[in-house]
């Protein structure tokens, strides 16, 4: 897993590369720093290739953890991101304890962030499992850097997504950033419905419905990936328990923009939030449109549980940062200053309690 990861990080970086060299960016000097930053990213990726540094994040639980992988089909609304004809074939991966057991056992299913892959927080993912419950990631066709379809197909990324997101970071036009929001999300909330139907219709080949109680469905995502799986668990409260999100702004909740500003819903939402945020963040939320929603629900530690990873930056939120902890720090800016594996751990023990505490 860890060669996968960096062979797609390396390819990552080269994209990135290409397009800061043909991109006209001014002043010059931003152009010649951010090539010297994905050269040093480039060169420390493939040294990390080499020599891994960090070992994986032990599991504390009793249950030894299975993985397997099903494929969902679904006649997509967008057909620009179809992977053949009008249909898009949705990669799905899936953690799962292995025990002789009739209980039915909850699950958590997962979107990944922009460029993501499914196995990008595969250590939260295996402990889970190991505590008894079962994980279902969602590989996203075009939003994920790679995607191997069940023919053995490979889907990289969507170059023009790739360059809008990029694009978007810090833009204060706030009408082309909603119209992206919206685009991205569409995609995401179609792929994550289909799979909840053909779960719920127990049509998914490869995974046995019996063993898991569709009375306790759990939505988690990271980045963009959260901001999904808010929208969906704000458009079918009834189907979900939870939601875990991975610093992720509400998206779906902004209903249009006044003063500047995006104007989000009223209505307070239904569900219960466990929300992770990194020093990215953590303390700045107030002060950025975007985040106005997440805001709110410092407030309500009742029902919106809100943790603070110290010494952590966004990306350090996933397992890139047992990978390579020196390309994750380049790419946050510096700020994962704490040791990978004791975040990753911070991050399991909190999901786990949350899960207990709204399960039970």
């Given amino acids: 897993m860890r060669t996968f990861i960096l062979l797609c990080l390396l390819l990552i970086l080269f994209l990135l590369l290409i397009f800061v060299l043909i991109r006209k960016i001014r002043p010059w000097w931003k152009k010649l720093l951010s090539l010297v930053i994905l050269l040093i990213g480039i060169f420390f990726t493939g040294f990390m290739y080499v020599f891994p540094v960090y070992p994986a994040v032990e599991s504390t639980g ?8 099903v494929y969902v089909v679904n006649d997509t609304q967008i057909t620009a991101l179809a992977t053949s004809g009008n249909e898009r074939e949705i990669p799905v991966k899936l953690w799962f304890p292995e025990a002789n057991t009739s209980a039915k056992i909850p699950l958590i299913i997962f979107s990944h962030g922009s460029f993501g892959i499914a196995d990008s927080n595969e250590s939260l993912f295996l402990e889970l499992a190991s505590h008894g419950y079962a994980v279902a990631s969602l590989d996203h066709p075009y939003h994920s850097f790679v995607t191997t379809l069940s ?85 079918r409260p009834d189907d979900f328990v939870a939601v875990i999100a991975l610093e992720a702004p509400f998206f779906g909740d902004i209903v249009g923009i006044e003063d500047e500003e995006f104007v989000f819903e009223n209505e307070e939402y239904p ?21 106005e929603m997440n805001s709110r629900h410092l407030d309500n530690s009742a029902k919106f549980v809100n943790v603070h990873i110290e010494g952590s930056g966004h990306i350090g939120l996933t397992d890139l940062s047992l990978v390579s902890p020196i390309l994750t720090n380049l790419l946050d800016g510096g700020l994962n200053t704490k040791d990978p594996t004791q975040k990753l751990k911070e991050i399991n023990v909190y999901t786990l309690g949350f899960l207990n505490d709204v399960l039970n």
């Fill in 271 to 291: 569900l219960p939030i466990l929300h992770f945020y990194s020093d990215a963040l953590w303390g700045k939320l107030d002060a950025i449109t975007t985040y």
């Fill in 62 to 69: 009793d249950y030894s953890v299975k993985t397997d992988s």
């Fill in 151 to 235: 023919d053995g197909t490979s889907v990289q990324v969507d170059m023009a997504f790739m360059q809008s997101v990029l694009g978007a970071q810090g833009s204060n036009d706030l009408e082309t950033s909603l119209e992206l929001f919206t685009e991205w999300q569409a995609i995401r909330v179609e792929d994550l419905n289909a799979f909840v139907d053909h779960l719920l219709a127990d049509n998914i080949e490869g995974l046995n419905v019996d063993n898991i109680d569709t009375e306790q469905l759990i939505l988690a995502g990271h980045s963009l990936g959260g901001s999904a799986v808010l929208d969906l668990g704000r458009m």
